[in-house]
């Protein structure tokens, strides 16, 4: 089977800086990606790791470790906006590469 | 482009009653996924069509769900009958083909919808 693990809330403060953790479990992994989904709105995607390393865009940052079976978000210089919900999701291989996604983790950012 | 757009945005039914969602996926892209979202179960992948065929349904809960995707431009989810756990919202997504060129290999930059929220009571 698959499993996807991340928290599912975390608080920050304004301009500080917050990292998201994803643990997978999963056959025919194809990499990992990151959603974000505000309240009452539709998944965004974020982001895409195929390979080891961390991708950069903008203020936010992915990272990818394939032999850790983990990945994490990394939100800089946090605003108010975003206060949301972040997914992890992985293809599953034993399951027709279907998209698999975490729980969520509710991020709340206080003034 | 409008981005993926679907209809009604707000259904409210009784319970034993058809429901039609509709979906118009995003031109040019050969994939459509429809998922579904609930606070227990988070999103599920229902179903998924590529160039217009079914590929994998073995998320659609039973017999009650059914998904035609007649030409590249709509799809619809129905449920008949409805009952009230399938109360949740409902997302259509679309995405172009991933980088390796396989057709299995859709991409993981999903376009999603802005959903349908289904109440059956």
């Known amino acids: 089977g698959q499993s996807l693990e991340q928290p599912s809330e975390v608080t920050a403060v304004e301009g500080a800086i917050v990292q998201i953790n994803c643990t997978y479990q999963t056959s025919g992994f194809y990499g990992l990606s990151w959603y974000q989904q505000h309240d009452g709105g539709a998944p965004t995607f974020l982001s895409y790791?195929?390979?080891?390393g961390l991708e950069e865009t903008g203020r936010f940052s992915s990272f990818l470790s394939r032999s850790d079976s983990y990945g994490y978000l990394l939100l800089q210089e946090l605003q108010m906006k975003d206060s949301a919900s972040y997914f992890c999701?992985?293809?599953?291989?034993?399951?027709?590469?279907?998209?698999?996604f975490g729980q969520g983790t509710e991020l709340s950012v206080k003034p | 482009d409008a981005g993926v757009i679907q209809s009604p945005r707000h259904e409210v039914t009784e319970m034993g009653q058809e429901v039609t969602l509709r979906c118009k996926p995003i031109s040019g892209h050969d994939y459509l996924f429809w998922y579904r979202q609930t606070m227990m179960r988070g999103l599920e992948l229902l179903i998924y069509?590529?160039?217009?065929?079914?590929?994998?349904d073995s998320g659609m809960p039973e017999d009650r769900f059914s998904a035609k995707m007649p030409n590249a431009s709509f799809s619809t989810l129905k449920i008949q009958p409805s009952e009230p756990r399938d109360s949740a919202v409902y997302f259509c997504a679309s995405s172009r083909l991933g980088t390796s060129g396989s057709p299995a290999d859709y991409s993981y930059e999903q376009y999603f919808g802005p959903g349908t929220r289904l109440t059956v009571t």
């Open positions: 069509f590529n160039n217009n065929v079914p590929i994998d």
């Open positions: 790791n195929a390979l080891d």
């Open positions: 999701a992985v293809r599953d291989g034993n399951q027709g590469g279907k998209l698999i």
